[in-house]
């Protein structure tokens, strides 16, 4: 079992920024892919971005692009999305996941790739 936990989260204004760390524990993990998703009320679980490995492959919603950045330390098993620039429409419940390969998938936005997941965090950007 893999125990994946989210932080970070809060309440920022807009233009502001957060960074939220996960973390992922449990089971012997070898190279493994997290990515984070995100959730507003009443709307679908949309991805976010994702990383590889080694860390030299990472993915973006368009979205995002320019304003959040993804990493790791695999030391601490513990990923991290920088989110600057922040706005209104990027209020959600962030979620973590962990994909139990080294590589990022052909798709990475796709939900079933990802092995475990956290419960997630709150972001809410104010205007």
């Known amino acids: 079992q893999v125990h994946v936990v989210e932080s970070g989260g809060g309440l920022v204004q807009a233009g502001g920024s957060l960074r939220l760390s996960c973390a992922a524990s449990?089971?012997?993990?070898?190279?493994?892919?997290m990515g984070w998703f995100r959730q507003a009320p009443g709307k679908e679980r949309d991805f976010v971005a994702a990383i590889s490995w080694s860390g030299a492959s990472t993915a973006y919603a368009d979205s995002v692009k320019g304003r959040f950045t993804i990493s790791r330390d695999n030391a601490k098993n513990t990923a991290y999305l920088q989110m600057n620039s922040l706005k209104p429409e990027d209020t959600a419940v962030y979620y973590c996941?962990?994909?139990?390969?080294?590589?990022?998938?052909?798709?990475?936005?796709?939900?079933?790739?990802?092995?475990?997941w956290g419960q997630g965090t709150q972001v809410a950007v104010s205007s």
């Open positions: 996941a962990v994909d139990l390969g080294p590589v990022l998938p052909g798709e990475p936005a796709h939900t079933d790739h990802y092995d475990y």
């Open positions: 449990g089971r012997t993990l070898g190279a493994y892919v």
